[in-house]
């Protein structure tokens, strides 16, 4: 087993992480490895073929491998070291990282540890969605990786459960490939994803997308032949009576993303019950020090371009970290009212917090108010707020009243 | 005539509405947030153009396919005609990103090129 | 010209635990053997669709054959692991009550597991529950020392690897589609070719009566029953340290829902009993799915559904209707050369050598067996890597840079590993192959990660075209073709 000491171990070698190593070298931190398990760099951008990507961090919209390229050249230019085909085993609180490869198990003694696995779908077993067992059932995930990776078709009739971005796209996908798109189907009364995407990928291609429905049934043998579907009441509980039944071979599920932290759960990061990331303060520094997250590890984006961006910021915070700041005492942050949630979780007062938020519920003409000791110390107006869309304000330390906790709310008009 | 429209240019998907004549021309249009906006409602209302991300069959090399997009959108009518013609499309690799690889596609003025690097298998 | 078909000594019907430990047995003597199996592979009914446990025999009538067999092949079953590689853990299982009805029920249970020769069988308090399951519900409990957790899918492959390795052939997708009876052989019709045989063992589990109804033997119905469950995260694995089951009803034919640890860590919730029309509908109902939460939940109070990861049901071979429920005991019957095994549930697993060794003897009582004395009574399973010490680990991928590819990221499968499940003999040429013989995509993403790569390994490995990869059973496409032909 090698055993070798490095400044900054980054866990992937995706967009985060990527934009991590760039900004550290760019910072003047060398002595940085990016541990990749995939055969390539980029993570999930190089099935993201679609284009939309980088008109916030490139002014000038890409598709999902050339935004990615962008970084790796830039990492090529910087001669950033990293390990391809290399899956982190474990990783302790003390910064060992045990990491598995062809050529060995290598052994890493960390300064800094940056968190930036990305994120795995939800599946079937997680919804529990009754009824048979036959193939044909498909995270969109896997279906894209699939069809633009693998060049295997995954089915001609499809379904698609949940509106999340990746299965509006694969609407679009399927469809121009040749397979016809019945429906789409989400359980919420508004879509998961962004509204351009319910323009440019559904309605574009007359697929209709049916709020307050969700599959309640699958039916077939060894290969999927229909699924039911049901209204969903107020409490989105299936409605008895309006089952529909939908023939299709192929079900694509976009129902959600979870944050990969399986590592961190072994170091002992505190996890974020409503993220399923680490808890952070405004540095993206976890509850175990010298440890750090960003982008779908920490939380899930809908936009690559705000990974980078959150990636650029906390390395900053870990050069910070390597020449010696230590993290100061904390005020916790708590969402409140119609606050789906809120980053960081608590933050030190010493500097200015790019506070990032969802709303639980679309809402318009609404204001996010962060509350201290009874007062508004930060108000921000916005127009239109979607669940599906991540939004943030600079909360600047001068702001701050005391150490008490904060709390950010948001009220509609 | 009110009709609404969801523009696609950003991911901000600003909700515009737009009042047309009787001459199918717009009159007024409000709610974008930029002028990008107004200019994707003009379009929308009297030619709608799109972009398409597909990809091309790759010999010999170490990926099956490569992923391609328009360097311009095209007529949203001729979509499945330029899918067509990306179906039918082999290229030997190497492919670099950037590399056209089906010029002035279709007539339409705008290249089918490769967004990613295809190694030799 | 019709080829004349292959001929056997013995032909068995069925690829299940009981085929392949009937298989195995008779692997032992001079005789050509025959399995037939109609699906693509061995292992994929009920065998694979249970709580995974290694059942001590008190729930059986003393003097059935199914406590007197259950009881041989928990206690056979060391050697058996033995000879065979096969992980288990004699954890011991709690059947904890709550009522008065409950300690009489346990008291009567253990009384009869004595009389079939349980060891270990001991009525317990609240106090010795805390101390073995410190997160169990339950006022006292019948303690059965004797009772394990297996990997049942390691079973029946170490079965019919070694099986196949003494020279035992096996035929896939070659469900029987009739048999006749001429010159002394039993002529026998698949869906992939005919054979013949001088002995037909039916081990054909769900469809026993059907195979049985072709011979001429009408007796029996298979009532099938199915059993749901839930698989529960690793996360909360150490919170079950052993099989823990309410007190039966046995009137519902099953042994209630309970919980059971796997030998991975992940935890097993169910299974709910219920009669249904078709033998082969694995369909999972939200009635059921309700059910098995709330009363997991009496018993495992930490069960929450954010745990789950994985629904599936099996469906047990019943000889009792619905109304009945209880336990009919194993048929094992020879009728000229036909040998019936029929309504083998649980414990049919436990108990699969013992019924395998009962086959042989009906068999003795008509002809002389031989024994081979080139028998190999070993099979080892490729190395696993998961589950060594790091120093162990290093040696492995230094041996074989193969065990340094992980495919399954959240149970840390190697490519190795991957590549041992499709390789050999009897190896696994779909996706669910692979899942039952290296646990790849068991884990909690379900295979999100690692399925494209599993089904890219076995078109090459194994040369598929990519439109006939199947995900498990016939018929069970993966996909309709390429997105553009090459």
Known sequence: MTQTDKDVIIIGGGPAGLAAAVKLHELGVRDILILEREHALGGILRQCIHDGFGLTRFSQTLTGPEYAQRFIDAAAEQGIAYMLDTTVLRMSAAHAVTAASRKGLHRFNARAIILAMGCRERTRGALSIPGARPTGIYTAGVAQSYINLQNTMVGKNAVILGSGDIGMIMARRLTLEGARVSAVFELQPYPSGLPRNVEQCLYDYDIPLYLRHTVTNILGDARLQAVEVSEVGEDLRPLPGTQRLYPCDTLILSVGLIPENELALDAGVLLDAHTGGAVVDESYQTTVPGIFAAGNVLHVHDLVDFVSLEAERMAEAVKRYLAGEQAKPAIAVSAGRDVAYALPQHISGARDALLTFRPRRPLRDATLRVLQDGQAILTKRFPRMLPAQMEQALLPAAALKSHNPVEVVIGDA | MLKLYTCILCPNGCEIRAEVGEDGQPAAIAGHRCPRGEAYVRQEICAPLRNIASSVLVEGGELPLCSVRLTSPIPKARIFDMMRLIHAARVPAPVELGQVLIPNALGLGCDVIATRNVGEG | ?486
């Not at chain 3, 060794?357 to 003795?364: D, G």
């Open chain 3, 1 to 486: 010209m019709p080829q004349a078909p292959e001929r056997f000594d013995a032909l068995i019907i069925g690829g299940g635990v009981i085929g392949c430990a009937v298989a195995r047995e008779l692997s032992r003597y001079r005789l050509r053997i025959g399995v037939l199996e109609k699906q693509p592979d061995i292992c994929c009914e009920t065998s694979a669709r249970n709580s995974a446990v290694l059942h001590a025999g008190y729930n059986n009538e003393p003097g059935s054959r199914m406590a007197a067999l259950c009881v041989a092949g928990n206690r056979g079953f060391d050697a058996l692991a033995q000879e065979l590689d096969i992980p288990y853990k004699r954890t011991g299982k709690l059947v904890v009550g709550f009522t008065e009805e409950d300690r009489e029920a346990l008291a009567a249970m253990k009384q009869a597991g004595t009389r079939s020769g349980v060891p270990g069988l001991e009525l317990v308090s609240k106090a010795f529950i805390r101390e073995k399951a410190p997160y169990v519900g339950g006022e006292f409990a019948l303690w059965s020392g004797s009772t394990a957790i297996l990997n049942p899918f390691r079973l029946v492959f170490a079965l019919a690897e070694n099986a196949s390795v003494n020279g035992v052939q096996f035929f896939f997708n070659s469900e029987v589609t009739g048999i006749s009876q001429a010159e002394g052989l039993y002529h026998v019709q698949t869906a992939a070719g005919a054979y013949a045989a001088r002995w037909v063992i039916n081990c054909a589990g769900l469809f026993s009566d059907a195979i049985a109804a072709m011979l001429g033997l009408r007796d029996y119905a298979v009532y099938p029953c199915r059993g749901e469950y839930f698989v529960l995260d690793k996360r909360i694995g150490h919170l079950l340290p052993l099989p823990v089951y309410p007190v039966p009803n046995y009137k519902t034919g099953g042994l209630g829902i309970h919980l059971t640890p796997t030998m991975e860590g992940n935890i097993l919730v169910g299974p709910s009993t219920e009669y249904i029309g078709a033998r082969g509908d694995y369909a999972a109902t939200r009635r059921v799915m309700d059910t098995l939460l709330q009363e997991g939940a009496r018993i495992f109070p930490h069960l929450q559904k954010e745990y789950f990861i994985r629904n599936f049901a099996g469906i047990r071979p019943k000889l009792t209707p619905q109304g009945v429920g209880g336990y009919h005991d194993f048929v094992m019957e020879r009728r000229g050369n036909a040998i019936h095994l029929i309504g083998i549930e649980s414990p049919g697993l436990t108990a699969a050598v013992p019924i395998a060794h009962e086959v042989i003897r009906l068999l003795q009582e008509a002809e002389p067996l031989r024994e081979k004395p080139a028998f190999n009574p070993r099979s080892k399973r490729f190395c696993t890597f998961a589950d060594k010490p790091a120093q162990e680990q290093a040696e492995l991928i230094r041996q074989n840079p193969d065990y340094g590819e992980i495919i399954c990221r959240c149970e840390t499968i190697t490519k190795a590993e991957v590549l041992a499940a499709m390789r050999g003999p009897l190896g696994a040429s779909t996706i669910t192959g692979v899942k039952y013989r290296c646990r790849a995509m068991m884990g909690r993403c379900q295979g999100g990660y690692c399925q494209t790569r599993i089904a890219r390994l076995l078109q090459q490995e194994k040369g598929i075209p990519c439109d006939q990869l199947l995900y498990g059973r016939a018929g069970s496409n993966l996909f309709t073709g390429s997105v553009r032909e090459p």
